[in-house]
């Protein structure tokens, strides 16, 4: 088998292809061809040193995967060899083969393509419980960081499912993709006055709900947020972790504006429902999954794009 591992931590440089023998399943284990491996900014976290679930390495890269059961283990109940499959792994997912417990693969519809599985199963359900925890409602204005992104692109679209007004955050390249995804305006978060256009945009309803993957307490959004509106974070962009200001607590207190966190690590026993509604949202035509597909040998390459924000939606590397 064939894997992508990042001997040290670093730039995308580091990540080398390194050949094994192929493992043999264990018990209550599956041994799955991968068939597309979701490269996700958590990847990206854990390469350069940033992600705490990643404390050493060497390591090998890679949390979600799609393929086909090559081999099941003893005590495997539930499958068998040939049943296409998706998993959430804790790593080794970028990689031609991986041994996973049968209790943690989700059996795909066999109308759905790999690429699509993964597509939707990280990001995807990342979005959708994103939603949850924000409660979005018919009628909420909903402010979109990196709308053009994989987890982005699609909370987007589901937000518009639940009858949100969107406004999405994304360069002024990306901002066509991010209006076909369904939000009414699209702003460029790194040029300066971006908040003033949502404060324009948004008059006195505000902003109900902000799902932020940037982490810049000091970017100003609590002045958008309406009563009792609801800042999400889910994600950390590095060199944008400023401190909160002291002027954004009156607006905190006086408003109840709620400030939170979302780890999908912490939502696992969810992820059944979400996927099943997603990938029914995905059959009906009701989401759209744009994708890109890399061979495994360049993950390197796919690592730097991702990095410089040159990727619109899903990226996938294909063994």
Do not use: C
């Amino acid at each position: 088998m064939r894997y992508v591992e990042a001997p040290r931590f670093g730039g995308p440089e580091v990540l080398r292809v390194v050949e094994k023998e192929t493992p043999r399943p264990g018990d209550g284990m599956l041994l799955v061809e991968v068939r597309a491996a979701g490269v996700n900014y958590a990847d990206v976290a854990a390469r350069s040193g940033h992600y705490p679930m990643v404390t050493k390495a060497p390591f090998a890269l890679g949390f979600e995967v799609a393929g086909v059961v090559s081999e099941v283990g003893k005590g495997a109940d539930g499958f068998k060899v040939g049943d296409a499959v998706a998993a959430i792994t804790s790593g080794g997912g970028y990689a031609s083969h991986v041994v996973i417990p049968a209790s943690t693969a989700i059996a795909l519809p066999n109308q759905l393509a790999a690429a699509v599985a993964a597509a939707v199963l990280l990001q995807g359900v990342t979005a959708y419980l994103l939603l949850d925890q924000a409660r979005v409602k018919n009628g909420d204005v909903v402010l979109i960081a990196a709308a053009a992104g994989g987890v982005g692109g699609l909370a987007v679209q589901l937000a518009k499912a639940r009858g949100a007004t969107v406004i999405g955050l994304a360069s002024e390249s990306k901002a066509e993709v991010v209006k076909g995804l369904g939000a009414e305006y699209v702003f460029d978060y790194d040029n300066a006055g971006w908040s003033a256009k949502v404060a324009d945009v948004t008059r006195t309803q505000g902003v109900q709900v902000f799902l932020d993957s940037i982490g810049d307490l000091a970017g100003g959004a609590f002045a958008l947020l309406g009563q009792f509106g609801r800042w999400i974070i889910y994600g950390v962009r590095t060199g944008k972790q400023n401190a909160l200001p002291a002027e954004a607590l009156w607006p905190m207190i006086g408003k109840n504006i709620s400030l939170s966190g979302f780890n999908l690590g912490s939502n696992l026993h969810q992820v059944p429902r979400a996927v099943g509604e997603l990938f029914k949202f995905v059959a009906d035509g009701k989401i759209k999954v744009e994708i890109t597909k890399y061979p495994l040998a360049e993950a390197s390459k796919v690592h730097t794009l991702f990095e410089q924000r040159k990727t619109t939606g899903k990226l996938v590397l294909i063994p």
